[in-house]
């Protein structure tokens, strides 16, 4: 049976992306070795990871001054590669969700943390507006997309200070204005690749102004300076990411990606929001249009299981939703056809009108 992958990550990947990684692994760009074996300083792989790069460049639309990273230890390593590179005296934060706790917690660790304003009190249902970072912040830090909560900014605030975004989830879904940010990061196994790599994108002018010592593995600049060679990078992961990259390109571009993203998110919200039984978990202007979480209304909460079950009948896969909400999460990447998205949205359809 066909199967329709919403789970939060790791996720679907086009089919694209997973034919050529299968075949480079039985055979990777003619050499006859496996892409499990060759060398990363290898010309054939050398030249996988410079086209990577030129086309996250390319597709970010992404400005002179600014290097494209691909390093290892997964979205939270940057919880702590960021202010260990960044923080001098005070950073900014805001607290959106259960990633963005995280990276709160390890910028304590290196100095002031100005925790402008948290969505906490609301098991973070919603993006709080009305803050205000202090111009003396060395940089403000946010999360554009909440996985777990569902929430989402979906634009580039204006602030006095540069900004840094965790970008896990959301990155390649909508042009971003790069030129405001200091470094953005985004894990790769949600709209790129499989987990093993991160994409960190990094002004170079923004570096070196920190006075404490940085260990070499944790200093932006050592991966600049070797163009993410300074160690092993994650070989598979990245060659999965070009294949992602040149599929995005094939399609249009990131306006491409939206368009579809938005169509996929807007099908659904509307099914959930005409509906007896479900209902949306957060503030309809700050829903995700990646991940969309919604539960059973109260009077039908026990039907839940079944739900789960004649949706698993379907072939619809990791709509279970994460344990600090509950209820349902359905991921709707770039890679998930509208196809998928029509199938659930008839699961629902066919369940209300059982019920
Ligand atoms: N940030 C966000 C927004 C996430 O969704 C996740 C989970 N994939 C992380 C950070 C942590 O990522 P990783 O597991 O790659 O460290």
Known sequence: M????????PSILSQYTINNTAEAIRNFAGTGLSILEVSHRSKEFTAVIDEAQQLVKELLEIPEGY???????GASMQFCMVPFNLLNK?????????????????AKLFGEVDVVASSADKNYTYIPKNYTVPADADYFHFTTNNTIYGTETRHDPDLNVPLVADMSSDIFSRPV?????????AGAQKNLAPSGVT???VKESALGHVERPIPTMLDYRTHVKKGSMFNTP???????ALQTLKYYKELGGIRAMERLDLAKAELLYEAIDSSKMFAGTVNPEDRS????????KPEYAELEKEFLELATSKGI??????????????SLYNALPIESVKVLVDAMNEFEKKH
């Open 2 to 9: 066909k199967k329709h992958n919403f789970y939060a990550g």
């Open 67 to 73: 290097q494209v990273l691909f390093l290892g230890g």
């Open 90 to 106: 005070k950073a900014a934060y805001i607290d959106t969700g259960t990633w963005a706790s995280n990276a709160i917690k390890e």
């Open 177 to 185: 204005d790069v030129s405001k940010y200091d470094v953005i990061y």
């Open 199 to 201: 994409i960190v994108i």
């Open 234 to 240: 994650p070989v598979l992961p990245i060659y999965s």
């Open 289 to 296: 249009i990646m991940n969309v979480c919604f539960v059973m």
């Open 317 to 330: 896969v990791g709509i279970k939703g994460h344990r600090s909400v509950g209820g349902f999460r359905a």
